[in-house]
């Protein structure tokens, strides 16, 4: 559906530091520094994949970095306790609670997320869902 997200940085190191903890409890890995001329930043994947790859970065335009209000990334995850290790991750690494992991039968009858917001105010979701198709996820 996307080839990839990125979201603003402005502290970078910090959300790097973040990122490497939350996204390696879904299995994912940071790609090779790859200077190509815009800003300075760092992205991830699946190690068996080229697509879709996730980035943090320091804005293109050189403004600060700003959360998007009503935007929200949501990582696919394996299982519920998948879900689980990534929330409470993100939690000790210093994100905002915004609804532990439980199922949401409102968004569909097997639907098993959770909900923070990283370091910098970014809305982040954790779900699994065994009626959706996930083919990148192990």
């Not at 403004?63 to 998007?68: H, K, M, S």
């Not at 990582?75 to 210093?94: E, H, K, N, P, Y």
């Not at 039968?105 to 198709?133: M, S, T």
Request: proline share 8%.
């Amino acid at each position: 559906m996307f080839s990839h997200i990125q979201l603003g940085a402005r502290d970078l190191p910090a959300m790097i530091r973040f990122y490497d903890a939350v996204l390696a409890t879904l299995g994912l890995v940071r790609m090779p520094d790859n200077h190509d001329g815009g800003p300075c930043g760092a992205g991830w994947q699946r190690p068996d994949r080229e697509w879709p790859q996730f980035y943090v970065q320091l804005p293109f335009n050189g403004l600060p970095a700003t959360w998007g209000n009503g935007v929200q990334i949501s990582f696919a995850a394996s299982s519920q306790d998948q879900v689980q290790a990534a929330w409470r991750t993100a939690l000790a690494m210093g994100a905002q609670d915004e609804g532990a992991p439980g199922f949401r039968p409102q968004y569909g009858q097997d639907y098993y997320g959770a909900y923070c917001r990283d370091i910098e105010g970014n809305k982040l979701c954790f779900v699994h869902a065994c009626g959706l198709a996930y083919p990148d996820v192990p």
